[in-house]
């Protein structure tokens, strides 16, 4: 039975070692390591032939530092802490004045032209002749600009559904005093933009 033990480097002569290999020695390369702390030991390696060959201990290398686990570095601690922010001062902001102030109808008529009402008032007629919804159904120009108005109106004033605007307890006078639910319903339902006939194909409604 081989054994390894740690020995002192300082007694150790190579040429001590005899040639004649153990005929009941089986090929083992095992390591023992001691106190490799110790100036006077350090790690044996049993070899082939009964020779041993004394080991450096170990040391970490740059390259296996740098392999070494996370957990196992150094860690910064990050302290944080409350501090106000100061934010650069923002540069005055100077709007020259117009040299006129139009009315709110004179803006809506720059994006609604009367060219462009005509066209809409044509086509929802047009489309309810098509499509036979109501037979004495004819929209003006004038009544679809109050159509437009109470749109308009229902965006600022919003209630849950429609029908709320005519309604005895949510009732706004604004609308209901303009135009009917039904009628303004069988305008909203009829309104389009465009010829079907000439979108054969097309998935738009209006």
């Known amino acids: 039975m081989i054994t390894t ?3 002192d480097t300082r007694d150790y002569n190579e040429d001590d070692d005899d040639d004649v290999l153990d005929p009941d020695y089986n090929s083992i390369d095992t390591e023992e390591e001691d106190d ?16 041993k060959k004394p080991v450096v201990p ?10 070494e686990p996370p957990s196992k570095r150094g860690r910064v601690e990050l302290v944080w802490k409350k501090e106000d922010v100061q934010l ?14 139009r009315e709110p109808f004179e803006y809506f008529s720059i994006f609604f032209t009367e060219d462009t009402i005509s066209h809409i008032v044509y086509q929802t007629n047009l489309y309810a002749r098509q499509k036979n919804l109501c037979s004495n ?5 004038k009544e679809f600009m109050v159509f437009i108005g109470l749109v308009i109106f229902m965006g600022v004033t919003s209630l849950p559904s429609i029908v709320d605007y005519w309604k005895r307890m949510t009732r706004i006078p604004q609308v209901a005093d303009i135009m ?6 069988q305008i909203r339902a009829t309104l389009h933009f465009n010829d079907n006939h000439q979108c054969e194909g097309s998935q738009d409604r209006f």
């Open 5 to 7: 033990r740690a020995l």
């Open 88 to 101: 650069p001062p923002l540069p005055e902001y100077v709007h020259p004045m117009p040299d006129l102030v």
């Open 58 to 67: 170990h040391e970490l290398s740059v390259e296996d530092e740098e392999n």
């Open 36 to 51: 490799i702390n110790s100036p006077s030991t350090s790690t044996v390696r049993v070899r082939k032939g009964g020779r």
């Open 137 to 141: 159904f004819v929209l003006d120009d």
């Open 180 to 185: 009917s639910k039904n009628r303004f319903k």
